[in-house]
């Protein structure tokens, strides 16, 4: 995914308790949020082409429609805000970037945060089901979503004038709408493994504040039951300290190194967890991940042949934005779990 590409997102608000009045207040309550926000390059109302003669008009527009343009790498967090925001309200959200179109329903906060990893996968281009349509109706995906809606005449994927569709049309009729969200997300790419993948933090208490900002952003993944985190701080009372970090290094599938001069300094971060975390790496046993949290003379360690985080590992305090470095290494996280996912036995 190009970060500067820029992605044109309509949401329009379609929930059937709501008439078109409270469709419109909906939308201009929306607009009138997210029109300063920083993610936000422009918000406008989405004219109506057909304007229906002798019905209430709109000033033009469409009632509860409204269209933002936002960076890619701004996607993510947009999202989440309009999940805070939409509470049990039922929405169709159109994303289009670079010529691409991706669909979808969600009946609410719950559904929309679910539907993350496929529009993060549909932006990034990933080659996954939902983006190859080669595969739309190929794929392990379908049964999983048909069984949850007892219908066998709607696809949870489907590709019409170009326009790839990630919700069946009958999503908002389902009892329980959720339902439907919940499947994809247990059983998307990034899910595909039975168990959460384990992530182990290794970094120096002194940097313990940043430490504690990325397993933050890392919250989403916890609540998808994708990966599971551990560092040192939990260590219970009266436990065996040095035991404990060894049983969670070595069963850890991804080990993040969090890379400052105060790591570089700590001996047993760096003979120790380190020496160890790139030993299994070498084997195969997991995917060890450098994060520079701070400028370091760090490139000539021995993880400085692996590719780090955030991008072009560039150190996180160092970012005009640090929310936007943040972010940058909770998509690569992701990205990681997503290829351990899916990965061969």
Known sequence: MAEASTVRLILNFVDPQLDADEREDSAQ?????????????????????????????????????????????????????????????????????????????AAG???????????????????TPYNDPENLFENPFENAFLNALGNGSEHLFGNSDGIQHAIAPSALVVTAPTQVA????????????????????????????????????????????????????????????????DTHLNAAQIILLLVSANFLASDYCYDVEMAQAIARHERGEACVIPVILK????????????????????????WANRDEALLNVAQGIRTAVQRMAVRPA
């Open 109 to 127: 906060q719950q559904d929309l945060l679910s539907l993350l990893p496929v529009v993060q996968g549909f932006v990034a281009g990933e080659n």
């Open 295 to 318: 400028p370091s003379d760090w490139a000539g360690a021995p993880f400085g042949k692996l590719q780090a985080l955030p991008k072009n590992a560039k150190p996180i305090t160092t």
């Open 182 to 245: 919940q499947t994809l997300a247990t059983t998307s790419p990034i899910a595909a493994a039975s168990q959460p993948v384990s992530v182990f933090f290794s970094y120096s208490h002194k940097d313990e504040d940043l430490r504690d900002e990325i397993a933050t952003h890392l919250s989403l993944l916890k609540r998808q039951g994708l990966i599971t985190a551990w560092h040192d701080r939990e260590i219970t009372a009266g436990a065996e300290w040095s035991g404990e970090i």
């Open 29 to 105: 309550r929306l607009l009138s949020q997210i029109k300063d926000l920083d993610e936000v390059e422009s918000v406008e109302r989405v004219s109506d082409p057909n304007p229906p003669d002798g019905n209430k008009s709109f000033g033009g527009f469409l009632a509860g429609a409204l269209a933002a343009n936002v960076k890619a790498v701004n996607l993510a967090p947009m999202l989440q805000f309009l999940g805070d925001r939409l509470a049990q309200k039922a929405v169709e959200l159109e994303i289009e970037i670079d010529g691409r179109k991706l669909k979808l329903k």
